[in-house]
């Protein structure tokens, strides 16, 4: 590694890895070397911008650089033999929202960058979101038995807090998923960290395409799930809608008080619904995304020093709860998240 700066590539350029790009330099933990996109335009201008090289043919992309950090922003079906070569080629792999487009793939990756003693982590900006930051931070303070009752409502509209997206999104029949796979990536994570893996995940699913070839591609619209953890039970919705709506809530119920929390809010209310204690941060993405990165670069810089925040364990086990959820869609009964890192740990080796 460079001294102070981590040598930096990305792997898909336009609109939102450009802005990506500046907040990573802001940081000067980074220093972008070579780009690479399908467009050789695109690539170009950004390559002017950074002074850097510029590639449109990913495998050569991937042969003549030997970068720290590799940013991922193209879906993986464009580019996953290119980000295994990076991972051989000792490289830390940071990939935009999902993980992977299935379970499998994910845990063949990171089981790869474990193998070369490198990284392989999903950006999740809203996780230094002011709220969720404290909301992670009271839980680790009270007793968490108390509580029995979890409810996580997502509808994502204009002002919906999601900094980052990847262009998996773009080409949905390609890169498979939906609101769940796509848009609540991070809120699963949220949720995961703070109360690990439900052992039961019961989920239903619909999509409201006109197109009937396309509600065989595309992602689903929305999303139920009742969740079962030990000793706690919850619901969680995801819907897909048009204008603007509220920032996703996080409501827990307990014996002795109720906690909403959003990424700008954390408020604490009574059985009777007075509210006891609340907190209102401002909310700025670009400054979560400046967290994001200077947590991910002090840890590779000074890992004694730094502890990422972030985990490819923790997007494992995301990606878990992501793929039991669509696999009871399929059953029509409660699946287990855990069964599938049961899976990934007895068969290392072909994932490897």
């Known amino acids: 590694m460079s001294i102070g700066k981590l040598k930096t590539a990305c792997l898909g350029i336009g609109t939102r890895t450009s802005s990506l790009l500046d907040i990573a330099c802001s940081t000067e933990l980074y220093e972008i070397i070579s780009v690479a996109d399908s467009n050789i335009t695109n690539a170009s201008q950004a390559a002017q911008k950074y002074n850097c090289t510029a590639f449109d043919d990913y495998r050569q992309f991937i042969l003549q650089n030997q970068p720290d950090v590799l940013i991922v922003a193209e879906p993986l079906y464009k580019c996953a033999d290119f980000v295994r070569i990076a991972l051989n080629k000792q490289c830390h792999i940071l990939k935009l929202v999902p993980t992977a487009p299935n379970f499998e793939q994910a845990a063949e990756l990171i089981s790869l960058a474990e193998k070369n003693n490198v990284k392989y982590v999903t950006a999740i900006p809203s996780r230094f979101a002011p709220g969720f930051e404290r909301l992670t931070d009271y839980l680790q303070t009270i007793d968490r038995k108390q509580y029995y009752f979890i409810n996580i409502c997502a509808s994502f509209g204009g002002n919906f807090f999601q900094p980052i997206a990847s262009y998996a999104q773009a080409d949905r029949k390609l890169s498979g998923g939906g609101v769940l796979l796509h848009d609540c990536f991070e809120m699963i994570s949220l949720v995961v960290e703070n109360f690990s893996l439900p052992g039961q995940i019961y989920a239903l699913i619909t999509n409201q395409s006109p197109d009937k070839k396309a509600k065989q591609y595309l992602g689903e619209d929305t999303v139920t799930a009742s969740l079962v953890f030990n000793g706690l039970i919850g619901t969680f919705l995801a819907a897909k809608q048009t204008g603007s709506s509220t920032a996703a809530p996080i409501r827990i119920y307990g014996a002795e008080n109720n906690i909403v929390a959003t990424p700008n809010r954390l408020a604490v209310y009574d059985n009777n619904d007075s509210l ?77």
């Open 276 to 352: 006891i204690a609340e907190h209102k941060y401002p909310l700025n993405s670009e400054k979560c995304i400046t967290e994001m990165f200077i947590d991910f670069g002090r840890a590779l810089l000074e890992p004694d020093k730094y502890k990422l925040r972030s985990s490819s364990r923790l997007d494992l086990a995301t990606m878990a709860f992501i793929e039991a959820a669509y696999l009871s869609t399929r059953t029509s009964m409660p699946e287990s998240p855990s069964r599938f890192l049961e899976i990934a740990e007895k068969e290392k080796s072909p994932f490897a």
